[in-house]
């Protein structure tokens, strides 16, 4: 079981920037791959970024794609979200999620087997 808690979420202008946080519990964490998702209201949980066990390989969604940065850092359990040039679009909860297939940075949030409580994310214009 492993246990993922989300962090760093807040309000922030259009244009600035948030850094999120997931603390991984567990011993495995390293062989997970890890993906972050957003879910505003009313609309369908998306997928942001992902990153494999080894932190090699990403995966972004165009919508955040040269804006957004994730990494992990595998000696602490935890995965970012660097978020820079924020819109107004951007606000709605974010999600960590873990893998069990480390190699797949996969896009569909049912190939995620454990699931955070979500962190929100406000971005005014």
């Known amino acids: 079981q492993v246990q993922l808690v989300e962090s760093g979420g807040g309000l922030v202008q259009a244009g600035g920037s948030l850094r999120l946080s997931c603390a991984a519990s567990g011993r495995t964490f390293r062989r997970f791959a890890m993906g972050w998702f957003r879910q505003a209201p009313g609309k369908e949980r998306e997928f942001v970024a992902a990153v494999d066990w080894s932190g090699g390989n990403t995966n972004y969604s165009d919508s955040v794609k040269g804006r957004f940065t994730i990494s992990r850092d595998n000696a602490k359990n935890t995965v970012y979200l660097q978020m820079n040039s924020l819109k107004p679009e951007d606000t709605a909860v974010y999600y960590c999620?873990?893998?069990?297939?480390?190699?797949?940075?996969?896009?569909?949030?049912?190939?995620?087997?454990?699931w955070g409580q979500g962190t929100q994310v406000t971005v005014s214009s």
């Open positions: 999620a873990a893998n069990e297939i480390g190699l797949r940075v996969a896009v569909n949030p049912g190939d995620y087997d454990y």
